[in-house]
Antibody, heavy 117, light 107 residues
Framework: EVQLLESGGGLVQPGGSLRLSCAAS????????MGWVRQAPGKGLEWVSA???????FYADSVKGRFTISRDNSQNTLYLQMNSLRAEDTALYYC???????????WGQGTLVTVSS | DIQMTQSPSTLSASVGDRVTLTCRAS??????LAWYQQKPGKAPKLLIY???SLEGGVPSRFGGSGSGTEFTLIISSLQPDDFATYYC?????????FGGGTKVEIK
């Protein structure tokens, strides 16, 4: 069974940093594109970032230059390093497994990031 | 960036109704479209990929159609478990974008 377990969320002050992790199991992690999607409280889904199996990375304009996605295929873990956090980054952050093509066929339960002073 | 627009934003329907949700892209995305279902407090669930392909385990009352810029998700006979918010997502290229969602409510 495919499982994705996010961790690392919490309360951080504006300008601060957090690193999210996503532990994957139940599939060959190194074969798949992985991504992060966030959802602000009461709002819709917003794609944040993706990393292909070969390591190429992609970012939404809203986080480019502040967030860095990475993966450790030996540990089956996906990361999102978030720097220079802003109030508008407050959201539930989901880790998602990419289906060939670009949709996401499995999602974690999310980790909540709150940016507030 | 490609903008995705869903309509209506809210839909009130009864159990057994045939329900049609619409998603429009700001430019052609061929068939690179997915539909997700999200229930309150839960992660999204993939229903449809490549505009019309049903994800494994998804009931056959869900169907997707369309190509280019106009897409629909049809629920042939609405069931109690189907009351949720539905999102479309284009994946013709990065950045990936989602529609704003359609909430299906009990009438």
């Amino acid at each position: 069974e495919v499982q994705l377990l996010e961790s690392g969320g919490g309360l951080v002050q504006p300008g601060g940093s957090l690193r999210l992790s996503c532990a994957a199991s139940g599939f060959t992690f190194s074969d798949y594109t992985m991504g992060w999607v966030r959802q602000a409280p009461g709002k819709g889904l917003e794609w944040v970032s993706a990393i292909r199996s070969v390591g190429s990375t992609f970012y939404a304009d809203s986080v480019k230059g502040r967030f860095t996605i990475s993966r450790d295929n030996s540990q089956n873990t996906l990361y999102l390093q978030m720097n220079s956090l802003r109030a508008e980054d407050t959201a539930l952050y989901y880790c998602a497994k990419g289906r060939p093509g670009g949709s996401f066929d499995c999602w974690g339960q999310g980790t909540l990031v709150t940016v507030s002073s | 960036d490609i903008q995705m627009t869903q309509s209506p934003s809210t839909l009130s329907a009864s159990v057994g109704d045939r329900v049609t949700l619409t998603c429009r892209a700001s430019q052609s995305i061929s068939s690179w479209l997915a539909w997700y279902q999200q229930k309150p407090g839960k992660a999204p669930k993939l229903l449809i990929y490549k505009a019309s392909s049903l994800e494994g385990g998804v009931p056959s009352r869900f169907g997707g159609s369309g190509s280019g810029t106009e897409f629909t998700l049809i629920i042939s006979s609405l069931q109690p478990d189907d009351f949720a918010t539905y999102y479309c997502q284009q994946y013709t290229g990065y950045p990936l974008t989602f529609g704003g969602g359609t909430k299906v409510e009990i009438k």
